[in-house]
């Protein structure tokens, strides 16, 4: 089978996950990694199989051999280095957020129009099985016409969990992280999610606070958004609050999230996506009628009326 050759652009803590798909998929293999912490690249290379390891992108996107890139970098470096690497004839993964301004995001559309190249952002949660049995079901009628959304995100803590600050300070900086590590950062899994479920989106209102936490850093918490889809009376929500005493049970963020979809005769309910903070297994939970169905994801989807 031929291999799609991947480069990595940006290997820190993140990346591990990423690279973790594909030296389990049997069409990619990780090529070149490339970072601008020598030492750091040097190591994700060895650990992954890399044939090569760059400090500079534009070498790795000279790389011929290179099919393919995965860019995994703070957020303002999306925009620069994505238009490059269409311009320099690789498909791109963009890490989430695709840029931090609404002109960059068009630069970047347009860009990718004009080549022929596979341009896409990294959205994970879409792939969480029970929220793609959730759209599955959705789109059979299951629950009827789909009403409303609303989403609700609780952010704890969780013991012995440490936030390098090099991960985390850039995200805090408006013109690193593009504003809001609540909004836009995580923010771009819940909103992409709203789309996902019912749609296009016409208005938008929101309520958002900012909380002074360690090193001075401003989040946006917590915060209330509402919108209204398009040419429908159709609506959705979403809260966040950042509830310091909470304890979280994860193995990795201390996040947790769950969503509940109403329809004209039942509704979707899907929960734990980061963590494991409700006390039941994760899982799209459908009721309708008199009926109520559990599809919970662990060794499977398993159903019960």
């Known amino acids: 089978m031929e291999k799609v050759r991947i480069g990595l652009i940006g290997v820190g803590?993140?990346?591990?996950r990423h690279a973790l798909a594909h030296t389990n998929a049997a069409n990619a293999e990780i090529h070149a990694v490339c970072d601008v912490n020598r030492e750091r690249v040097e190591q994700r290379a060895e650990e992954w199989g890399a044939a090569k390891a760059y400090t500079d992108y534009h070498d790795?996107?000279?790389?011929?051999?290179?099919?393919?890139?995965?860019?995994?970098?703070?957020?303002?470096?999306?925009?620069?280095?994505?238009?490059?690497?269409?311009?320099a004839g690789k498909h791109v993964s963009m890490q989430k957020p695709m840029a931090t301004t609404i002109a960059e995001c068009d630069d970047l559309i347009?860009?990718?129009?004009?080549?022929?190249?596979?341009?896409?952002?990294?959205?994970?949660?879409?792939?969480?099985?029970?929220?793609?049995k959730a759209k599955e079901l959705l789109d059979s009628g299951?629950?009827?016409?789909?009403?409303?959304?609303?989403?609700?995100?609780?952010?704890?803590?969780?013991?012995?969990?440490?936030?390098?600050?090099?991960?985390?300070?850039?995200?805090?900086?408006?013109?690193?992280?593009?504003?809001?590590?609540?909004?836009?950062?995580?923010?771009?899994?819940?909103?992409?999610?709203?789309?996902y479920f019912m749609g296009d989106v016409e208005k938008v209102f929101s309520w958002i606070s900012y909380k002074t936490i360690q090193h001075g850093w401003k989040i946006d918490s917590p915060a209330v958004v509402i919108w209204k889809y398009k040419d429908a009376d159709k609506y959705g929500s979403f809260e966040v609050v950042q509830s310091d005493d909470i304890l979280m049970q994860s193995t990795h963020v201390p996040e947790d999230e769950w969503f509940e979809i109403t329809g004209s005769r039942g509704?979707?309910?899907?929960?734990?996506?980061?963590?494991?903070?409700?006390?039941?297994?994760?899982?799209?939970?459908?009721?309708?009628?008199?009926?109520?169905?559990?599809?919970?994801?662990?060794?499977?989807?398993?159903?019960?009326?």
């Open 142 to 195: 299951a629950i009827g016409e789909p009403l409303s959304i609303r989403m609700k995100t609780i952010m704890g803590t969780k013991e012995g969990w440490e936030v390098p600050y090099e991960r985390w300070s850039w995200r805090f900086d408006p013109q690193q992280g593009g504003g809001g590590r609540v909004m836009l950062d995580y923010g771009s899994h819940v909103f992409a999610l709203a789309f």
């Open 13 to 16: 803590n993140i990346a591990q």
């Open 267 to 305: 509704f979707i309910w899907v929960n734990r996506c980061s963590s494991m903070l409700l006390d039941a297994p994760p899982g799209c939970h459908v009721s309708r009628w008199r009926h109520h169905e559990l599809l919970r994801h662990g060794d499977g989807l398993v159903g019960e009326l």
């Open 110 to 132: 347009a860009a990718a129009n004009r080549s022929d190249r596979i341009f896409r952002t990294f959205e994970n949660f879409q792939y969480f099985p029970p929220v793609m």
């Open 60 to 87: 790795l996107l000279a790389d011929a051999d290179v099919d393919a890139v995965e860019i995994i970098t703070p957020h303002h470096l999306h925009a620069r280095m994505g238009l490059d690497a269409l311009e």
